[in-house]
DNA sequence: TAGATTGTTAATCGATTAACAATC
DNA sequence: TAGATTGTTAATCGATTAACAATC
């Protein structure tokens, strides 16, 4: 019962792990050492024995680890050896793009349902899921067992509609809204802030140009 | 010449503050204290000013700052008092949803160009900006002085194109595709791995209910 | 001036790296 | 057994928080 809290920066490094991982799989690689891993990901295999030992032992002294057992328990610490029902709360251009994305599909997450106030794309049919209108979401989560709620809505809808999901027993919510969500601590928040990502971006290219001089891209002269 | 490096932790909070001034800023306030603002975005008035302080004194003792000024100061940071040239390479679902997305726009990144390396695509027009082949990158990003490639092609094809915009001076690269990048330091990658952060969300899911028990939604007993 | 609040130094906390004994 | 490599403890490094003197 008293499990150790393992810290945001170790699972933020699980996935990478995982795509690694499923890279040597498939090249038929049976086993690895944290040293050989090292090489490739470009992180200390101190880190990698630290990592992977929050979790218990996976490796074995003098051998390193099994390549496909290892991805298999972090898939299952990963929690996505189970399936996960998910739906899309607005269905603009960013929700339809998640919604077809066909990889989460592959890794146990499905998109159960699609969500708008716009009357016009009722009944539209986005890889078979049909689009309803808002009103109809609380029902659809008690009755097939949603998980994770995407929200691609404008920010200004995204803090109701989060409260309405978190009336309704959501058990996560997947946010790329521009605004932060308060929500209890029985229901998960995982934001992906898109223009956060760009400004960071942006900051790191006017960093190194202020460092480096303006050499830019060509004719600067002009 | 000799700046001190900012870390990352550091950078990676400047667009959430610049968030709030902004709403701040919108909702008429002229000033705040480190206090103030610790309260509304739940992070220590501590970190405020450390963070602030890294790159000079905003403030004003017994004054606070001044929302605007400050405001002002971190999108110069973050240089998006500058404009930003885009262009999108994969005209997917994904691409196609972020050329249309408008807020960017706003902030100063400007769409130029879009390619494709499906013919059908070509001379199709998303917001104004034409699909080009592929083969037209190079010079299109010499000639349109082009700052930024959004990368959302398939992670396969992700890595060759990474090394042709880096040959051909790309400053940096907003990476979609599942895959890291190997570039030059010259060049700045910021990825957004969707499905690292939906299986970040899938842990937190499940490591709640170990915790906590599966109550799960609703009939979790039929 | 007195009160408020910053800028900054010092203390604490946590995360990463190094080292090595345990063990396959 | 000897060699390799983990699991784990100890040392270091960096980031966050606390405290307070400087100053508006």
Redesign the interface.
């Known amino acids: 019962m008293e499990?150790k809290e393992?810290s945001?920066a170790v699972?933020?490094r699980?996935?990478?792990y995982?795509?690694y991982l499923g890279e040597l799989k498939e090249r038929g690689i049976e086993r690895i050492s944290s040293q050989e891993l090292s090489d490739i990901m470009k992180v200390t295999a101190s880190q990698i024995r630290q990592d992977f030992n929050n979790f218990g032992g996976f490796g074995q002294q003098g051998y390193g680890y099994n390549v496909e057992y290892l991805y298999d328990e972090i898939s299952k610490?990963?929690?996505?050896d189970?399936m996960?029902q998910l739906i899309i709360i607005g269905v603009?251009?960013?929700g339809?793009?998640?919604t077809?994305?066909t990889?989460?599909n592959r890794?146990g997450?499905v998109f159960k349902g699609a969500f708008d106030c716009n009357p016009e794309l009722y009944g539209m049919k986005i890889r078979g899921v049909e689009v309803r209108p808002t009103e109809e979401i609380e029902n659809f989560?008690?009755t097939n067992?949603?998980?994770?709620a995407v929200l691609t809505i404008p920010k200004d809808q995204a803090v109701p509609m989060a409260q309405r999901l978190v009336d309704c027993?959501?058990?996560?919510i997947?946010n790329f809204a521009?605004v932060?969500l308060d929500v209890p601590?029985?229901v998960?928040v995982?934001n992906?802030?898109?223009?956060?990502?760009?400004?960071?971006?942006?900051?790191?290219?006017?960093?190194?140009?202020?460092?480096?001089g303006r050499t830019?891209?060509?004719?600067t002269g002009s």
Do not use: C
């Open positions: 499990e393992i945001q699972i933020s699980l996935p990478r995982f795509r610490i990963l929690g996505i189970q996960h603009g251009n960013l339809q793009a998640l077809n994305y990889n989460f890794r997450f989560v008690r067992n949603i998980d994770i027993g959501i058990k996560a997947w521009h932060d601590e029985n998960q995982e992906v802030h898109l223009s956060d990502s760009l400004m960071k971006l942006s900051y790191n290219i006017t960093r190194y140009e202020k460092k480096h830019g891209n060509g004719k």
